[in-house]
């Protein structure tokens, strides 16, 4: 696994989310009521770019802005049509030195 640094956690803060240009399609980064998360870039229902849209930090979840499909940000699940194959998810967490970072496949 390759650990991706994302950026101290003071400048993600609950609610907040980040797209890191990393991995093949890019990883969105969302810290949702204190912990963080991060998916894949990419919309399954047409590989639109997923993270651009709006998300909602009350319910984890993100908006594609092409479609509208939701996906849970925690478990990169798909919630509503037209997407209904999940995101992949990443391993997200905050080191003792205060920065985020995600593992990516090698």
Do not use: Q
Not at 7 to 29: F, H, W
Not at 63 to 91: E, N, Q
């Amino acid at each position: 696994m390759a650990e991706i640094e994302v950026c101290p956690l003071a400048e993600l803060p609950p609610g907040a989310s980040r797209v890191v240009d990393a991995g093949p399609e890019g990883v969105g980064v969302y810290n949702c009521d204190g912990t963080v998360y991060a998916i894949e870039d990419r919309c399954t229902h047409d590989d639109g770019k997923l993270c651009e849209g709006d998300w909602e930090p009350e319910t984890c979840e993100v908006i594609c802005p092409r479609h509208g499909a939701r996906f849970d940000v925690r478990t990169g699940a798909a919630l509503t049509l037209p997407a209904y194959i999940p995101v992949d998810t990443y391993p997200a967490r905050v080191r003792d030195d205060g920065m985020v970072v995600v593992e990516l496949p090698d």
